[in-house]
């Protein structure tokens, strides 16, 4: 039952939205002030009573769309373009939240990694009428340092949406040593936790780039040593995982040391849906679509036609 503010918040943006009254003829209505509109206007956003849904018919009907679909083999692919001045992680959230709400149904079990693209589209996942979906973390994500994963509240987003119970690897994505992550694994919960994201029908995830402001090289699980090889000889990572221009894995040993979904496995996921943009992600974006990483892609315009408009090797 709602409480006696959430029924006058429900009532406000009744009238305000479906009645199209201002909101002062809101007020009069109620017989309430106009800040009081205002703010049960905001309180019935915040509660989720009322959603707002904005179709850009560019995302699907772009031409870049049909040369991401040819040239990567992709099933489907979404392109954003951002107004002026819009932040390009809200464009790709939403975007990619809308795809996932598509692809979704019930039973569905739902691998997840972390980041900030991860976060943006955990935040614009609106509630959805499922039931039985299990979402799984696809990698470790606490962190040795300052800098968070958002692992966890990602994981509450994408749960909370689809009414999902939800399996967590409450570890470091990268270990000291090969012996410490093999003991590790071993472990019977864990090893479930593994199994579960290896075999999951959707995986969600991005790509990073491996400049030295990359969030994975920031979290305190390599020395200065690795990640300064890592800056000069990888173009980027997917789950953690890095590699090379042409597809190789970038650092072996590092790789060794790495608990969660690993690449081989994740291109035998039926469905794999690969949010990521930006300039400073474009060479890591196209090589893991040249590796046959996704099968549904959300990406912005300009980093779209920066990574077709490169020669192929």
């Avoid at 699907?60 to 392109?79: I, K, P, Y």
């Avoid at 979906?133 to 994963?149: A, N």
């Avoid at 912005?300 to 408009?309: E, G, K, M, N, W």
Wanted: proline share 4%; glycine share 8%.
């Amino acid at each position: 039952m709602l409480d006696e503010r959430d029924a006058q918040a429900v009532d406000a943006a009744k009238l305000y939205y479906a009645g199209g009254l201002s909101q002062a003829q809101v007020a009069e209505r109620l017989g309430i002030s106009r800040p009081t509109v205002s703010k049960l206007l905001s309180r019935a956003h915040e509660r989720g009573f009322v959603t707002i849904t904005l179709n850009d018919p560019r995302e699907r009907g772009d031409e870049l769309v049909q040369r991401l679909r040819q040239r990567f083999g992709l099933t489907d692919a979404r392109v954003v373009r951002p107004p002026a001045g819009a932040p390009l992680l809200n464009e790709l959230g939403g975007a990619g939240a809308g795809l996932i709400e598509e692809l979704v149904t019930d039973d569905t079990t739902l691998g997840v990694s972390w980041g900030t693209t991860m976060s943006a589209v955990a935040e614009h996942l609106r509630p959805q009428n499922r039931v039985g979906v299990k979402v799984v973390q696809l990698k470790g994500g606490h962190s040795h340092s300052e800098r968070s994963t958002k692992d966890m509240a990602t994981l509450a987003g994408f749960a909370r949406a689809f009414h999902a119970e939800t399996f967590m690897l409450p570890l470091p994505v990268i270990f000291d040593s090969v012996e410490a992550k093999e003991w590790v694994v071993r472990d019977r919960h864990i090893a479930h936790m593994l199994e579960l994201g290896a075999n999951v029908d959707v995986a969600v995830f991005t790509a990073g780039s491996a400049d030295p402001e990359s969030l994975v090289l920031n979290l305190g699980y390599l020395s200065e040593k690795e990640t300064a090889e890592l800056s000069a000889h990888a173009v980027g990572d997917v789950c953690s995982r890095f590699f090379t221009a042409d597809g190789s894995p970038a650092a072996p040993e590092v790789d060794a040391r790495t608990v969660g979904i690993t690449l081989s496995d994740l291109t035998k996921r039926p469905t794999r849906v690969l949010v990521a943009g930006g300039a400073r992600k474009a060479a890591a974006i196209r090589t893991a679509l040249d590796m046959g990483l996704a099968t549904h892609l959300v990406i912005d315009h300009d980093t779209a036609s920066r990574i077709l408009d490169e020669p192929d090797d």
